[in-house]
Nanobody, 119 residues
Framework: VQLQASGGGLVQAGGSLRLSCAAS????????IGWFRQAPGKEREGLSCINNSAGSTYYTDAVKGRFTISSDNAKNTVYLQMNSLKPEDTAVYYCAVNYGSSCLTYDYWGQGTQVTVSS
């Protein structure tokens, strides 16, 4: 199983980034992919999840309206479009998979990508 998160970088407050999570080694169409982040000194925070079977999406209140999760099943890739970024969005962002399409628990975690938002 592989989950490769990419697309992080340095952006000014108010800017946008799109993260990608490229997946392989499991049945993508039956899975759920979640995005998480962890800032220095803070606990890991769940942000969003997409059920690739049903197409349903979920967001935490902290990112609702600013972040959009989407999935390209043909490319086995999930995206997180992040708009109106704030300095408090600075963190390492991770994607994770549930093989059975639940957004409640996760079976495998990928390596993260750093997002830094300057003020």
């Amino acid at each position: 199983v592989q989950l490769q998160a990419s697309g992080g970088g340095l952006v000014q407050a108010g800017g946008s980034l799109r993260l990608s999570c490229a997946a392989s080694g499991f049945t993508f169409d039956d899975s759920a992919i979640g995005w998480f982040r962890q800032a220095p000194g803070k606990e890991r925070e769940g942000l969003s999840c997409i059920n690739n079977s049903a197409g349903s999406t979920y967001y935490t209140d902290a990112v609702k309206g600013r972040f959009t999760i989407s999935s390209d099943n043909a490319k086995n890739t999930v995206y997180l479009q992040m708009n109106s970024l704030k300095p408090e969005d600075t963190a390492v962002y991770y994607c994770a998979v549930n093989y059975g399409s639940s957004c409640l628990t996760y079976d495998y975690w990928g390596q993260g990508t750093q997002v830094t938002v300057s003020s």
